[in-house]
């Protein structure tokens, strides 16, 4: 029996009706196999960014493929297109296909909009939204080459509620719900499940 995955990295399938369950407890994951994208600091990161970053969890990640045979680790910039690429195809190339892609990284600044950046702005969208764009653009390219998959992004209540002093936030994730939308839309001709899950 392999060890419990940390809470932050639960995930069970259920491919059988197109659904993901993600779990945000322990429990035992067995015969699972994930590709883990660390991000690496981008070149353009704000300071307030930098402020807010947890450590570095580097050293965390990377010991998930030691402790779990199934695991694979890439570190990169989520919002950079090469980055996308390089995940669809190391996932491809270790694990053999593309069944599921979750879209977790994110990022919010909590500011009244008058004191809002267009330095903020640039570097929500480029997390939550662009960098969900790019890597569900690679992961289904990849899942229609070979008869479908799921595609799960994670967005917040923010997706459908505007937040007070959180514009930033609640635009990148209302078009991260959007972007999830037509995902679904355009996938399902191919088999491609899309689901946005929208914690409180």
Known sequence: MMESLPQDFQCKKNLRNGFLTVKRIRKVVEDDEAAVVDQEESPGC???????WPPDLRP?????TTRFNGVSTLVGDVSREDTAVRSVAAAIDRFGSMDILVS????????????T???DWDELMSINARGAFL???EAFRAMREHSGGVIVTVGSFACTV???????YSASK?????LTMVLAL????????ANVVAPV
Not at 46 to 52: I, K, M, S, V
Not at 60 to 64: P, T
Not at 174 to 178: D, E, N, P, T, W
Request: one cysteine or more.
């Open 46 to 52: 704000t300071p307030a960014a930098r402020e807010c």
């Open 60 to 64: 965390e990640v990377d010991d998930l």
């Open 104 to 115: 977790n990284a994110g990022r919010s600044v909590n500011k009244p909009i008058t004191e």
């Open 174 to 178: 209302g078009a991260l719900a959007q």
């Open 135 to 137: 890597h569900a653009r």
């Open 162 to 168: 505007g937040l007070v002093e959180a514009a930033a």
């Open 186 to 193: 355009e996938g399902g001709p191919h088999g491609i499940h």
């Open 117 to 119: 950046t267009a330095a």
